[in-house]
């Protein structure tokens, strides 16, 4: 007969790198995943450090090219994210709470989802850049710390936006972000945007990476579908990466906070911290 689930049980080789204080918070803390396809990483890799209360929040369901970096097993493909992952959830820890909400975030739900998080986790499609902004928006009116996160070939970057910050993701990509057009009143679209901010991370990313980023922004203008090319390995990064430095929040460990933000490779093997607006 398998042992009861026992909590303690669970986070007991965590000892030495995290305080028991440091774990009770871990533990009591509400995590936000917005984007459960790269977020399932991070859901994956905060349950086994000790998170237990979680709202997953995608819109989506399981396709079969997920499966190469998202954590998800074949039998999942068509099923929602959501539900999938809140079951990957319960199986490490059964008496985790995890909402899982079947929705992409808009103008209705936006707000209500973002007011029961401490920490919101961001991996929502860039595709949907208004999205974005007001996920942002919404957490700083309402004093949760959002983490950004996303991969980068062999490698990833996280962002880290505190809770109260003056500036927000908005004001960010505001420099990125050309004034609609003056005919027909049309905001600039996501490939303009993001075309521009990534000019920025350039030298800090793989060339492979700049390489495959111009493929699919070439095909977007020009109308096509365009899946972007991604490996496990960055996905893996990901998990890692958000989960140590929302360790460190917790512990009241030093945290580079926007504008700066963390890129790492596997190819070049160097961590940075970068400063998008320097």
Known sequence: MAEDFNYGTLVLRNRGYVSSET?????????????????????????RMGFENFILVDGDVVDAHNLNRQFYDFADVGRPKVQALEEKILRINPQARVEAVYAYLDD?????????????????????????VRLHSSALQQGAHVFTALSVGFGALVWYFPAGSSLSLGDILAA?????????????????????????????????????????????????????????????????????????????????????????????HQSRIVDVTA
């Open 23 to 47: 774990q009770d918070k871990i533990r009591r803390t509400r995590l936000l995943i917005a984007g459960c396809g790269i977020g399932s990483s991070l859901a994956v890799c905060a349950t």
């Open 108 to 132: 209705a739900n936006t707000e209500r989802i973002v007011a029961k998080a401490d920490i919101v986790f961001d991996t929502v499609d860039f595709l949907d850049l208004p999205a974005i």
């Open 176 to 268: 990125d972000t050309p004034p609609a057009d003056p005919l027909s009143g049309a905001a600039p679209g996501y490939a303009e945007v993001f075309e521009s901010f990534i000019r920025r991370l350039a030298p800090y990313l793989d060339a492979e990476v700049m390489e495959q980023i111009a493929h699919v922004l070439t095909l977007m203008k020009d109308g096509k579908p365009c899946p972007a090319s991604q490996v496990a390995v960055g996905s893996f990064a990901i998990g890692a990466m958000a989960t140590s430095m929302m360790h460190d929040l917790l512990a009241g460990n030093p945290l580079p906070a926007a504008p700066k933000l963390i890129v790492h490779s596997f190819k070049s």
